[in-house]
């Protein structure tokens, strides 16, 4: 069955750098689209950013941009996202989501991880 | 910030119905762009109930339905169980923002 699996959330100090990985299995990796979410505590769902299925075509929100880097690793299906000049703000669990839906941008998110705990603070 | 709003709490009991509002605007919703909705537990997985405004994926219950009207969207659930209880989130894309975007999130408590 298909499975996301995060890993790399700790805490972490204010212009600090962190990075995500997310270990897919259960589907064909490479053919897709991959995103990551976030959920600040008590807020709702930030989308952060995607990466296209072969890593070339990257897109970020405007509130991690400049700062953080979604990449991935098809032969090992893997997906990684590099965070840099952490700020507090980006207290957040973390999720890494496939994308559903043959029509970019129509898209929706079909599987999801479990999420992992990024917490920023000195 | 969130471009689609929900309300932030609805509740119902063992097998009343429900429905949960999000409203957009012309850059999202009122743009034609398709809404789907998504379950949260926390600790868990989120998980997609509505995609494309009214399909459901496989293996989730006929109880849940969506539709789109203009700039707003519903989703309703009837026959409520206990094990509804959770977090509801629309989802969109934004032609303004060039991204995504979620709904403010709506708890649902099941009395």
């Known amino acids: 069955q298909v499975q996301l699996v995060e890993s790399g959330g700790r805490l972490v100090k204010p212009g600090g750098s962190l990075r995500l990985s997310c270990a897919a299995s259960?589907?064909?990796?490479?053919?897709?689209?991959m995103t990551w979410i976030r959920q600040a505590p008590g807020k709702g769902l930030e989308w952060v950013a995607y990466?296209?299925?072969?890593?070339?075509?990257?897109h970020y929100a405007e509130s991690v941009k400049g700062r953080f880097t979604c990449s991935r690793d098809n032969t090992q299906r893997l997906l990684y996202l590099q965070m840099n000049s952490l700020r507090a703000e980006d207290t957040a669990v973390y999720y890494c989501?496939?994308?559903?839906?043959?029509?970019?941008?129509?898209?929706?998110?079909?599987?999801w991880g479990q999420g992992a705990l990024v917490t920023v603070s000195s | 910030q969130s471009e689609l709003t929900q309300p932030p709490s609805v509740s119902g009991a063992p097998g009343q119905r429900v429905t949960i509002s999000c409203s957009g605007s012309s850059s999202n919703i009122g743009a034609d762009f398709d809404v789907h909705w998504y379950q949260v537990v926390p600790g868990t997985a989120p998980r997609l109930l509505i995609y494309g405004d009214n399909n459901r994926p496989s293996g989730v219950p006929d109880r849940f339905s969506g539709s789109k009207s203009a700039t707003s969207a519903s989703l309703a659930i009837t026959g409520l169980q206990a094990e509804d209880e959770a977090e509801y989130f629309c989802q969109s894309y934004d032609s303004s923002l060039r991204g995504w975007v979620f709904g403010t999130g709506t708890m649902l408590t099941v009395l």
């Open positions: 259960g589907f064909t990796f490479s053919d897709y689209y």
């Open positions: 990466i296209g299925s072969s890593g070339n075509t990257m």
């Open positions: 989501a496939r994308f559903g839906g043959p029509s970019f941008p129509y898209n929706w998110f079909d599987r």
